[in-house]
């Protein structure tokens, strides 16, 4: 079976990860999304709407942190911690791009997990033959969003 992992390099997509591993899920692939530039501004505005300023002034000042101490970035968030757990790993702009289909139609997937992904589009969805499987960190609609 060709199982394919999707991640945005979350904390909880880490814990999924690890949980394949130990139940011996051999991964074909991991696709990991960086971040989009021109979104960053989208990000920060529903930052602001939804959590108010103090929220996105601590989410700034841990990524701050985080770049500053380079030691206590947890290894999730380095691309190269990925490569012990599948074949290969893909990097992508987005799980709806053009890059991201093309690789999936010539891997022709069997099943998608998702770890970590934002909503996916339905060109994307129809390439595995089984389907996709997501999960959430957090109970919805109260906790939405990424490392709840």
Request: hydrophobic share 40%; glycine share 6%; aromatic share 10%.
């Amino acid at each position: 079976m060709k199982v394919i992992f999707f991640t945005n390099k979350c904390s909880h997509g880490a814990e999924i990860l690890k949980g394949m591993a130990d139940n011996q899920i051999h991964l074909k692939a991991i696709f990991i999304e960086h971040e989009r530039s021109q979104s960053r501004f989208l990000v920060i505005k529903k930052v602001i709407q939804r959590d108010g300023y103090w929220e996105l002034l601590r989410q700034i000042l841990k990524k701050l942190v985080y770049r500053a101490l380079p030691f206590s970035s947890p290894d999730w968030q380095r691309d190269d911690y990925y490569l012990k757990y599948a074949d290969r790993v893909i990097a992508v702009n987005s799980f709806n791009g053009d890059t991201c289909e093309e690789e999936l139609q010539a891997i022709q997937p069997d099943i998608v997990v998702l770890g970590g992904a934002s909503i996916i589009r339905s060109h994307i969805l129809k390439i595995p033959r089984i389907g996709l499987l997501n999960a959430h960190p957090g109970l919805l609609p109260e906790y939405r969003g990424v490392d709840v």
